[in-house]
């Protein structure tokens, strides 16, 4: 018998219905994010109140009682979580990941979802370990590291060396978190809160059912599964960036604008260098996000439209996700210096902010590399890193 999910039902929601029903969480969440980042993980009463919203049934196959989100709408209810806490906006992220579940045989995802569409799913899948082969499908030891929002996990994965029935591609192997040891192994500067955690599995059986290839063919075909997966992966994490930027302007203008200096200076906001300067994070902020936006929703339409997403469209989907997350933390790194010296208490906002900032842009997702298979593919080339697309 496979993993079962530990989920809580939910009334369909409109898009309106959705955004409102996200306002009252993101108030709790402003009184909780402090306990989350002293605990170092969102806990799992405030993941059900994440459910309640519909974002952990964003990408459950439809059969099974999924409300599919459309891409962009789902980015920027990620985004608003990540503007309240960046932690807590990461761990929402996954919800988009169960489009990667759609690779499951039929018959497993109805296990997988027979108790409800509301699955949080979280994965250590690197390094990728051997599984040995058994008669039922593989026995597993190892250790697995960056498993964000394990501990609020009703399903986990964890990475397998490829083999011929993956034609070398690299599997990922569905657990219950009863089978799994979750290692507090997360002492970061940025996304404290994401839980983000190592997992240890010790000679434990998975049926070959309950594994499947990361990014690997639907058995089920609906239009949320034919939108470019990877780069879906990439974007959530983007978006968290957005949001801590946007934050990080928000406070800016809120409590650093008014402030004068201890020399009797004129207030920040009365100083050109800082007009001129949040203006133009401001700008740079926006345009990035505006051209992160136009590209995702272009992609669906052709989706929608029953067009195959090009290469050089996901290409474009990729290097505006990186270019979304490297302005995003280039912006919070200018508000910090604009903001003067309350920026180097401990303590104050844009501490958090800044560390935040940092890791969209470090994830392999959205890094230089990926800049660079884009440029290939765009001029023609074939993409320089694996899985690409």
């Known amino acids: 018998m496979g993993p079962a999910a530990s989920t809580v039902s939910a009334p369909p929601l409109t898009s309106r219905q959705r955004f409102d029903r ?47 989100i ?7 209810l990620i985004e608003r979580i990540a503007e309240v806490d960046g932690s807590t906006g990461w761990v929402a992220s996954f919800g988009s990941s169960l489009i990667y579940l759609a690779a499951l045989h039929v018959d497993t995802q109805a296990q997988l979802y027979a108790t409800g569409p509301d699955v949080v799913f979280a994965g250590g899948l690197f390094p990728v370990q051997p599984g040995v082969p058994t ?32 034609e070398g591609k690299p599997l990922t192997a569905l657990l219950s978190p009863q089978q799994v040891e979750i290692a507090d192994e997360w002492d970061v500067v940025g996304m404290r809160a994401t839980g983000s955690f ?42 968290v960036g957005a949001g801590v930027a946007r934050a990080a302007l928000d406070h800016a203008a809120e409590h650093g604008a008014p402030r004068a200096g201890i020399t009797g200076a004129p207030s920040l906001r009365e100083r ?18 505006a ?13 929608l439209d029953g067009d195959e997403v090009r290469d050089e469209q996901n290409a474009t989907l990729r290097l505006a996700s990186s270019q979304l997350a490297t ?24 501490e958090r902010l800044l560390g935040d900032a940092l890791v969209p842009q470090q994830h392999a997702f959205l890094s230089p590399a990926i800049v660079e298979s884009a440029g290939a593919v765009l001029l023609g080339a074939p993409p320089t890193v694996p899985g690409f697309r």
């Open 70 to 76: 459309p891409p962009a709408e789902f980015l920027r």
């Open 291 to 303: 051209w992160f936006y136009e590209e995702t929703e272009s992609v669906w339409q052709s989706v």
């Open 22 to 68: 996200l306002d009252p969480v993101l108030a709790e969440l402003r009184e909780r994010r402090d306990a989350f980042h002293d605990a170092g993980y969102v806990p799992r009463d405030f993941i059900e109140r994440l459910k309640s919203v519909g974002i952990y049934r964003a990408a459950t196959p439809t059969r099974f009682g999924g409300e599919h």
């Open 327 to 350: 302005v995003a933390a280039q912006v919070v790194q200018e508000v910090a210096h604009l903001v003067g010296t309350p920026a180097i208490y401990a303590g104050n906002p844009l």
């Open 272 to 289: 050109s260098y800082f007009r001129t300067g949040f203006a133009a994070a401001t700008s740079r902020l926006r345009s990035a996000r």
């Open 198 to 239: 190592d997992l240890i599995v010790r000679d434990v059986e998975v049926d070959r059912e309950w594994t499947f290839v990361r990014g690997g063919t639907p058995t089920i075909d609906e239009p949320l599964y034919r939108y470019p997966t990877i780069a879906y992966a990439g974007q959530v994490l983007a978006v």
């Open 135 to 166: 008669e039922r499908g593989y026995r597993l030891n190892g250790r697995w590291k960056f498993a964000s929002g394990s501990r609020g996990a009703d399903i986990l994965g964890v990475g397998l060396q490829g083999d011929e029935r993956s």
